[in-house]
């Protein structure tokens, strides 16, 4: 129901209004009602009460990102984002990052082509001041130029950071191409030459121009009064008014006969080849969305997929391949990306467009279409999960859709999409005229793209398509119960959603490893879900897509892991499934080829990044001893090596040790209690308790490694700490990376928003059992490396030197409050908590426990930690430099 503002108040001199009954309160109505009312000047207001957490998500959608923009100041919508960071009228630089992180929240904004949109996440007693900095940052940003001369340097460092990455470069690419002449066609960040020219008085123009409150909607959702909610909405933003008329955009129309094929090659120093195409399609309102989404997902959406299974699965020819729509405001396109090694380009390119050239919907089965409709259904669903996701989720469907009624209209969509509706999108949208291409190769590679031009005209010549047209949450106690073996059962009832998440944790992982063997944790459990003795593995990918379920297995350096999620009315389906796969894996030769292939593509990919490179290598540059000395995804030449009998026999040792088996959600607790005893009474076999190492130190305190034709170096400063047994410390340097991250933190004050020096500043907190390192990381120009590592010893300094202020101090305890419930919203976020710190040997209220703790600390223990374990005497600096 929308209510205008004229309707939410009585007139008195008009005597029909007047004999109406009044309007009963918002919080009167439904609990589970959305509540959409729309303010006299035309500012549109959504409200949601969910008691689930004690949260609050608000969200500020104003109509203006880079489709707004004209060519001369393309990226002033990013710019403008960064900006009101740095200070509104009545806030000062960073201070209202500060006053939201103080009380345990945490806030953003995000920039997209069609929209800009503020939010945070409060604790629910704190929702008026989210509203009050969301809306403050929005229309009262100060743009002070020195400030702005400050921040474009971080926007160009963040230009270039994105340059860095293969996803990126084919991006900004795809868009120049597909989106040719409209203001899509500009990277949302902007050009160099574009940022580095904006002035304040151009965003302040800007700002006049567009941000216009009948093109605005705040959402909020949470635990919240919605009467209070509305009261506080019209007080903020009621008197804002409009200065000049709104008009809907233009759509980007689909050329009736496209000028592809196009393809383009960009070169550089990479390990792998990435590759992206694209087929322009209608804007998100359009009625045909619904079932291009569907189309994507049977061709490419999953490893169900036809794609997948063609060239992932049966040719090999690609590490990973995918397809899917992006839908904006005015136009569209389906990208399809692979990546793949630089000998295999050639032939899988013409094997792709042989396949895109002969592809028939009409095809698909009908469990291949069911389970794409389950999936999409899932997905729409399961982002209500948590509070962001719901707040993201119904403002979207508000502001682009016109309420909620758009995402019944999309599932009634999708229900009636069948073979002929999907034969007529494929043959209308999927065409070789069509198509737009980019390649990120090695240096090397001697393929052009005249070649795979060519390849495209004679595997897919333009003339074999056809013109569509001409066709047709209560959360009860948790329990925690022991079972035979030593194993342990928990039981985390939550009755929100009708889903069971589970998580099984045994000790082990890479500490069950000698350092030839380094790879083979990960290696084992990417190859344990590929088939079981009665299931292969396209077999249990089907399985699992038809019931919208997930499996998957991990290893870390002291524990592995299984894991999955399914809608709770198919435990009886998915339970089995799951004692196979820890009982009689098959590790069938062909499953390993598969993910020792999938292993050596991950680490050529980490090693194109640089981060990937610097997080890959860390812990055998600090540790030289342990299961923290090696490299957890192993070698190329290692992972290569490994056999299936070193699967088999690790295996056999790993999955013999005690486990815990956590379970949230929606559960028959009588068939998990029953299932778990049994994998109890099957699996586990007396053995020596696992000891956690305590690990050596390297001798060798800096490194460098370099990854040719970047524009970035990249920073890590660590110190040795304990590890999580001992609490008190462990509270405490929680309590000091809480001080030094986040946008309101000692290290993006200093070294970002004074200095200028980087993009990404951060700290990070690493602990095990018996061992940990706390962190310092920034990103920033080679030119700068001396600058920032003096940044970063000035700061330690300090806090050696000179006790925090106790606000200091409050803020950093608000924030692992706030980031604490805000990280376990999910339920698997909740199963996997408990599984891995009673598999640690920790109960499952460590966390609750390290909060209270340091709820205690000091600034004395600040100043005493800094002076113990943040020496330079005690550093390791790693260097990635182009």
Request: some cysteine.
């Amino acid at each position: 129901m929308v209510l205008t503002g004229c309707q939410m108040h009585t007139n008195k001199k008009n005597t029909a209004a007047a004999r109406m009954p009044a309007l009963p309160s918002l919080a009167e109505r439904d609990a589970s009602e959305t509540h959409i009312v729309r303010l006299e000047n035309g500012l549109t207001v959504l409200i949601r009460q969910d008691d689930r957490f004690p949260l609050v998500n608000a969200r500020l959608y104003v109509h203006a990102g880079s489709g707004y923009e004209t060519p001369q100041i393309a990226g002033i919508s990013h710019l403008l984002e960064h900006m009101v960071f740095k200070g509104t009228k009545k806030r000062g630089p960073g201070q209202s990052a500060r006053d939201i992180e103080a009380v345990g929240g945490s806030m953003n904004a995000a920039t997209s082509f069609d929209y800009t949109v503020y939010y945070v996440e409060v604790p629910d007693d704190q929702w008026s001041l989210g509203l009050d900095v969301i809306t403050d940052m929005a229309f009262n940003a100060a743009i002070d130029p020195e400030e702005l001369r400050s921040e474009k340097q971080v926007v160009l460092e963040e230009l270039e950071r994105g340059e860095d990455t293969p996803g990126s470069r084919l991006f900004k690419t795809l868009q120049g191409m597909v989106w040719q002449g409209s203001t899509y066609e500009w990277p949302i960040i902007g050009y160099r030459d574009t940022v580095s020219a904006m002035t304040d008085k151009d965003i302040h123009a800007y700002i006049a121009e567009n941000y216009q409150p009948q093109s605005m909607l705040l959402a909020v959702v949470g635990k919240v009064n919605p009467d209070e909610v509305l009261a506080e909405a019209r007080r903020l933003l009621g008197g804002l008014r409009n200065t000049r008329p709104v008009s809907p955009p233009d759509t980007i129309a689909v050329p009736a006969t496209g000028s592809g094929p196009r393809v383009t090659k960009l070169t550089g120093k990479w390990n792998k080849v990435y590759l992206g195409a694209t087929f322009p399609i209608p804007q998100g309102s359009s009625a045909k969305i619904a079932g291009l989404e569907l189309l994507c997902q049977l061709m490419g959406g999953d490893d169900t997929s036809r794609l997948y299974r063609t060239f992932k699965y049966d040719k090999q020819l690609v590490d990973d391949i995918s397809i899917s729509p992006l839908s904006l405001e005015r136009g569209g396109m389906l990208y399809l990306s692979a990546t793949l090694d630089a000998d295999k380009l050639e032939t899988f390119w013409t094997e792709l467009m042989a396949e895109l050239a002969r592809f028939n919907p009409e095809d698909f089965t009908d469990r291949e279409i069911e389970r794409a409709r389950l999936n999409l259904e899932d997905s729409l669903f399961l982002t209500k999960e948590t509070l962001s996701g719901l707040a993201s989720k119904l403002g979207y469907f508000q502001f682009f859709e016109n309420g909620e009624q758009a995402e019944q209209n999309y599932l009634f969509a999708l229900g009636q999409t069948g073979r002929a509706e999907l034969k007529g999108l494929y043959d209308e949208f999927v065409r070789p005229d069509q198509l737009a291409a980019c390649i990120l190769t090695p240096e090397d590679t001697a393929v052009t793209p005249e070649a795979l031009t060519a390849a495209t005209h004679k595997a897919w010549p333009a003339k074999a398509r056809a013109d569509a047209k001409q066709q047709a949450a209560t959360t009860d106690a948790a329990q925690q119960i022991a079972l035979p073996g030593g194993n342990t059962l928990v039981l985390l009832p939550d009755e929100t959603l009708p889903y069971t998440a589970v998580s099984i944790y045994w000790t082990g992982g890479d500490g069950d490893l000698t350092p030839d063997q380094q790879g083979l944790a990960a290696l084992t459990a990417k190859a344990l879900t590929r088939g079981t003795m009665t299931m292969s593995a396209t077999d249990i990918q089907d399985f699992l897509s038809d019931h919208a379920a997930s499996i998957g297995s991990s290893a870390g350096r002291n524990t592995f892991a299984l894991e999955a999620k399914f809608p709770t009315r198919f435990t009886d389906k998915v339970l089995p499934l799951l004692r196979d796969t820890l009982t009689a894996p098959a590790f069938d030769q062909s499953e390993i080829d598969r993910a020792r292939q999938d292993q050596i593509a991950a680490i050529k990919q980490r090693e194109d990044q640089p981060l990937g490179l610097a997080f890959r290598h860390i812990f055998p540059f600090l540790y030289k001893t342990g299961p923290y000395a090696l490299l957890h995804q192993g070698t190329i030449e290692g992972v290569e090596a490994m056999t299936q009998a070193d699967i088999m026999r690790y295996w056999g040792r790993q999955s013999m040790h005690p486990f815990v088996f956590a379970v949230c959600g929606q559960f028959d607790r009588q068939a998990i209690e029953e299932f778990a005893a049994s994998l109890s009474r099957t699996l586990t076999a007396p053995g020596s308790e696992y000891q956690f190492a305590t690990p050596e130190w390297n001798t060798g305190r800096e490194i460098t490694l370099h990854l040719p034709d970047r524009s970035q170096s990249h920073l890590i400063m660590a110190f040795p700490a304990p590890g999580r047994d001992d609490r008190d410390t462990s509270a405490r340097l929680e309590l000091l990376k809480a001080i030094l991250s986040g946008q309101s933190g000692l290290l993006f004050r200093d070294l970002r928003d004074k200095q200028g020096l980087a993009y990404s500043v951060t700290s990070l907190l690493w602990q095990s059992h018996n061992t940990g390192f706390l962190g310092l990381y920034i990103g920033t120009q080679p030119d700068k490396v001396d600058q920032s590592l003096a940044g970063f010893r000035t700061i330690l300094a300090d806090l050696a030197a000179t006790p925090l202020p106790e606000a200091e101090l409050e803020r950093a305890r608000n924030i692992l409050t706030g980031d604490y419930y805000q990280e376990h919203q999910s339920l698997i976020s909740r199963s996997r908590e408990a599984a891995s710190l009673l598999t640690q040997g920790f109960d499952r209220e460590y966390d609750q426990d390290i909060i209270e703790r340091a709820k205690l600390v000091t600034p004395q223990d600040i100043r005493e930690l800094a002076r113990h374990y943040l020496t330079q005497d005690k550093a390791y600096l790693m260097q990635v430099t182009p």
